[in-house]
């Protein structure tokens, strides 16, 4: 949607926000060792940049794009994953999402919309004893697919859902 | 200035249910004032969530995440009275943190 160059603005060097970013972690008294606790769990292949926050995956315009550089892994439909989104959004800006899976050792979930000019949403890292069962809002530009993807004993589960959106959320 | 994060974090008998709701614009680069003008982006990237110390969820969200952002989940453990760490960072390297206790 629009020009490709716009996203960029407003954009700090990484290095300054893996500088503000250490200094939040350190603020809340994690050791070197315990944030690599999340870090164990995630697939080599995945691109993760030092700072965590998967900089190429948010960037993909599409859907296989964002999910080959968020896990570099295929997602296999699973009935095990269970989405619940609202059939119809009258407000595109607010549509909330949840998740809940009875599959085991889930250390990953993620949210697409695949009308959205990038879309990634919102990803999700559990340590081990974190329930598989999150909610949130999302912005939907329009009609179109939310996507949940589910990281559970190495494999990546998928489920997806169409939600009706009366007005856009991505403004323009 | 008030915390930008409120929390509401309660244990039960063996989950601990964790909601938060972050002010934030979460400006997703697409929208014009009304001059016409893009409002450039501006979202949060991370937020970390630690029990006792320890990392317990991290969320990372792109701008598609809605303004002023709620997020919830559940964790194994917890009781009452324990921290409850949570930070966040956004684009432009502003953050904020705070610690809340399971009620």
Not at chain 1, 64 to 72: E, F, H
Not at chain 1, 100 to 112: G, K
Request: proline share 6%; with cysteine.
């Amino acid at each position: 949607m629009k020009d490709d160059t716009v996203v960029t603005k407003g954009r700090h060097p990484a290095s300054r926000r893996q500088v503000l970013h250490g200094i939040a972690l350190a603020g809340l008294g994690m050791v070197a060792g315990g944030a690599g606790v999340l870090d164990a769990a995630w697939p080599a292949a995945a691109a993760v940049p030092a700072s965590g926050w998967p900089q190429q995956a948010f960037a993909q315009k599409s859907e296989a794009a964002a999910l080959k550089a968020l896990y570099g892994l295929a997602a296999e439909p699973s009935d095990k994953v269970a989405l619940d989104v609202p059939e119809i959004a009258e407000n595109g800006a607010v549509v909330p999402v949840s998740l809940t899976t009875s599959l085991p050792d889930v250390s990953a979930i993620s949210f697409l919309v695949s009308g959205n000019p990038f879309t990634l949403a919102a990803s999700y890292r559990l340590s081990p004893g974190t329930e598989a069962d999150v909610s949130c809002r999302l912005k939907m530009a329009k009609t179109s697919d939310v996507i949940a993807l589910v990281l559970a004993g190495g494999k990546l589960y998928s489920t997806r859902k169409q939600v009706k959106v009366t007005l856009g959320g991505c403004g323009g | 200035m008030p915390s930008t994060i409120r929390v509401r974090a309660i244990a039960g008998s063996d989950t601990t249910e964790v909601q938060v709701l972050i002010q934030h614009p979460m400006d997703s680069g697409f929208v014009k004032d009304k001059n016409g003008t893009l409002i450039p982006s501006h979202y949060i990237e991370t937020v970390t969530f630690a029990w006792n110390g320890k990392p317990v969820f991290t969320a990372y969200w792109g701008p598609a995440v809605s303004k002023d952002p709620y997020l919830k989940f559940a964790f194994k453990g917890g009781k009452k009275g324990d921290p409850l760490q949570i930070a966040w960072t956004d684009n432009l390297g502003q953050g904020d943190a705070t610690t809340a206790r399971l009620l």
